[in-house]
């Protein structure tokens, strides 16, 4: 059997193990992956490593974009965070957590787990702790001065928000982002939502207004480590090659769907 379809294969049982529900599977195009439940509000695509491009959401639930390489470096963080969004994670109300300020070595340790995209440090970053355990994280950018807007206007970025894995803090999000308000009283907040996982909808819900959307991403993946790179962290040799020749060196390209931006003033 090919190592694509064992991979799906492990990742297949490993998440009807974990929310203990029976899936549907479907074949799409080549040998992507349609899997969904009617017990749980999600819809998962699975492309395995060298899918040309991504499929158009379906409806009936929350869709999830998923990509080999992800599944096969960070599995047990692809299932939980694919428990949270269906609702099987443990819940903590944010009125029982404390919100404070982290230092750069907490929060970039707790992204390193926790989150699925690089860790950023930022310049302002805050947590969450309940009973003394950080469970929720924000990074933010420092202020920028934006042109037409007063002097004092500054324009805050999100960077990274994530809870602790197996956990989903109700509320943590808004506690926040409530918090860093009150600290800076920013003219506005922007962010950016993976398409991959997001709708834009808990930011909504928070008050972000969508104002665009990004074009998709290339990634470029190892198909013999299954490592990830932007094309300006590729090994140097591999920069120079020709997109054939990456693929002869064991380069794939991956395109993902890109991101919704969204602001808060």
Not at 69 to 75: L, S
Not at 224 to 243: G, V
Request: charged fraction near 25%.
């Amino acid at each position: 059997m090919p190592a694509a379809h064992s991979a799906f294969d492990s990742f297949y049982t490993a998440l009807q193990n974990k929310l203990q529900v029976s899936f549907h599977e479907e074949r799409c195009m080549g040998d992507i992956r349609l899997l969904w439940t009617d017990e749980l509000p999600i819809r998962i695509l699975y492309y395995p490593c060298g899918a040309a491009k991504r499929l158009p959401n379906t409806k009936g639930g929350r869709n999830i974009h998923l990509d080999e390489d992800q599944w096969i470096r960070r599995a047990g963080l692809i299932l939980n965070r694919i428990a949270a969004l269906a609702g099987r994670a443990q819940r903590i109300h944010a009125r029982k957590t404390v919100a404070a300020r982290i230092d750069k070595p907490a929060a970039m340790a707790f992204q390193q787990e926790h989150h699925l995209q690089v860790a950023l440090p930022g310049k302002y970053r805050y947590g969450l702790f309940h009973g003394g355990v950080l469970v929720s994280v924000a990074i933010f950018s420092g202020g920028r001065k934006m042109e037409a807007k007063p002097a004092p206007y500054r324009s805050y970025e999100l960077l990274r928000f994530c809870h602790k894995q197996g956990i989903h803090v109700v509320g943590g999000f808004s506690k926040l982002i409530k918090t860093f308000q009150q600290d800076f009283h920013p003219g506005d907040i922007m962010t950016y939502a993976d398409k991959d996982w997001s709708d834009g909808s808990s930011y909504r819900k928070m008050g972000f207004v969508a104002v665009g959307e990004t074009e998709p991403q290339c990634f470029w993946i190892n198909t013999r480590t299954m490592e990830r790179y932007y094309e300006h962290t590729l090994p140097l040799e591999i920069r120079a090659k020709s997109a054939d020749e990456r693929h002869r060196s064991g380069f794939v390209p991956l395109y993902n769907n890109g991101s919704i931006k969204l602001v808060k003033t």
